[in-house]
């Protein structure tokens, strides 16, 4: 258990990591960023960084040093980077756990092996594969790389008349997978949080809009069944318990059928904090960000409770020259990542409205 | 007004600048922490800090160079300091301003000057001005320095049986007032903001109680009729207009009598974020913090909503060895201030209970 005054490694310089470091403060912990050259945000706000390569293993040693535990803001932490540090401090979540999210088809078996629904999805490793697939799963379908895509990246859609050589190209002939079609009502997401000792929180399912391949908005309450919402809480608790999860992830689902008929399907695992819980700054008793930093602290886990209705959107690219409109909107909950420069697609900040039950 | 991207200086290292720097960075805006060497936890969190004196010219300069607005988070800013500083750049709240509140006997003219109610006092300069004071105003009564006291310090009681000489010399014989007993029912304060277009905000009026002169819990809402909290908010208003006041201020004030004959005599003036605002974080839609930094940003100001039933506990000196049980509190808004020693006396942390109206 970490007391006030000990410092977190966080790997990783982006607005995830800066919003763990805003949220440490608070608790009395400091952090310590290690990222690679580049814009990183998070150096703004942290009590110590480091600017160094991920396979810098002296830098990486260094860094360890200097911290009682570490963590990250994103999943696709390179396995020897992972070994250096875990030989040397404990790192939460476990690589361990990452292992099985950094592979989209070691992804979905897991979570198909825990009995939940997913996608049907077939592995992809040449052209052939691909045809064989498609003759299985059909069309439309999707072609995802197996590792690090995210945002809509490492992706081609095969529709009625996609030539699969081309599609085959698209992903850069990586190991993939393809997945079936999935005729979607809508996508939500459950952000959750799980102790080592396995205590788990769980906020309201959230619902998101996509513009682009990119999270646009998250509203809450999801319109969902109360059902729905119980089945899609348990599964995250299922997908928790089977990592032995320490910190906060989320599990994105599909949504399909309707009334009587509504069925979950886990899309993804994120092994971080995660976009569609960037309401609960402002939105909920105890911010994802902090519930994070709790949870690797060793810390009892925060209230989840929400504060209200929920529309949180982000602001991309050149959404964020409003900001003075932004900042003039009475109660709006205003949250702007300090990146030098707002190029096309790229996260620059967010907006929650918390409309209250008393308003 | 300054954009996203731009420097904001702060002069003082303690919680308070710590506290502004955290509200800052959701809004874009970067912050430079200048203090002299000791125990500066806003160098933690701020994007850049200087550590030198108050009286060195050049770093000062240099400091000023490097942003785009200069504030504060102690009122007792060398006159030369700020001299030197607004020669350079704007400083907010104007050091003009803060003149006005240095020195207890121009404080409480200035306000008397207003048509506000005061406590009865005397200059004293000398022993022999002590006697004739005490003759006017009567025992019991308060000998203060007129500069530079706060928290109790600098203050003598002058009870039925106390020896003038002694109090005197208990004030280190500085140049002082006497201010007349109060039979005060509670003490109230405001905490309000203002722009430099005259926006003013205050949020609801605060209850405050103390422990050893420091303050050890804010309540709201204040146990007081609707008419004083009106007249409580206005007086904050003239007393902000007649300073040209830029930024968050507090007025505190004493309540005598009761029903029907409440009434307010102002206690004094703070021109900076004040701790009878601490429950602002997590307790308001905008926290004190965020107002202070849109005000000297030149920024409209939020919402100063309440959420629900406040109680705000100070942690001083060892109260923060219950941080255990404090985070294990559900829901409780939790902010330690990240000091190296927990020395009595000295303020650690502090802690909101909000009991909201759905609850």
């Keep these: 258990m970490l007391k006030p005054g000990d410092w977190i490694g966080i790997l990783g310089g982006g607005q995830l990591a800066r919003m763990m470091v805003l949220a440490a403060a608070p608790l009395g912990l400091k952090c310590h960023i290690y990222a690679p050259k580049g814009d990183n945000p998070a150096f703004d706000v942290a009590a110590d960084f480091t600017e160094a390569a991920y396979d810098d293993e002296a830098a990486l040693a260094t860094f360890a040093a200097s911290v009682s535990v570490v963590t990250y803001e994103f999943e696709n932490i390179p396995a020897r980077t992972a070994e250096i540090l875990a030989a040397r401090v404990p790192v939460f979540p476990a690589p361990e756990a990452l292992q099985k999210t950094q592979d989209r088809w070691v992804e979905k078996s897991f979570i198909r092996d825990l009995g939940l629904s997913v996608p049907e999805f077939r592995a992809v ?39 699969l050589a081309e599609a085959w190209a698209r992903v850069g002939e990586a190991p993939s997978i393809l997945e079936g079609f999935v005729p979607f009502e809508k996508e939500v997401s459950v952000v959750a949080a799980r102790t080592a000792t396995g205590a788990f929180v769980a906020y309201d399912v959230c619902e998101n809009q996509h513009k682009h391949h990119i999270l646009d908005k998250t509203l809450l309450p999801a319109q969902i069944s109360a059902e729905t919402a119980a089945r899609a809480k348990e599964a995250a608790r299922a997908i928790g318990d089977a990592l032995s999860y320490i910190g906060v992830f989320a599990v994105e ?3 399909v059928g309707a009334g009587s008929n509504e ?33 690797v602290a060793g810390w009892p886990l925060g209230s989840v409770r929400r504060l209200g209705q929920i529309e949180m959107t982000n602001l991309i690219g050149d959404d964020v020259d409003h900001w003075r409109d932004l900042v003039a909107t009475p109660g709006l909950y205003v949250s702007l990542y300090g990146k030098a420069e707002a190029r096309p697609g790229r996260k620059m900040g967010h907006v929650t409205r918390v409309i209250r039950p008393d308003a």
């Excluded at 003759?135 to 992706?155: E, I, N, W």
């Design 125 to 163: 490793s040449s052209l052939a594969d691909l045809e064989t697939a498609v003759d299985a799963l059909g069309r439309p379908s999707v072609l995802k790389t197996r590792r690090f895509g995210y945002d809509g990246k490492g992706q081609a859609m095969i529709g009625p008349e996609t030539d």
């Design 253 to 255: 689902f599909f949504i």
């Design 263 to 295: 069925r979950l399907l886990v899309n993804e695992i994120a092994p971080r904090v995660h976009n569609s819980g960037h309401w609960t700054l402002g939105g909920a008793e105890t911010s994802q960000f902090e519930q994070h930093i709790r949870a």
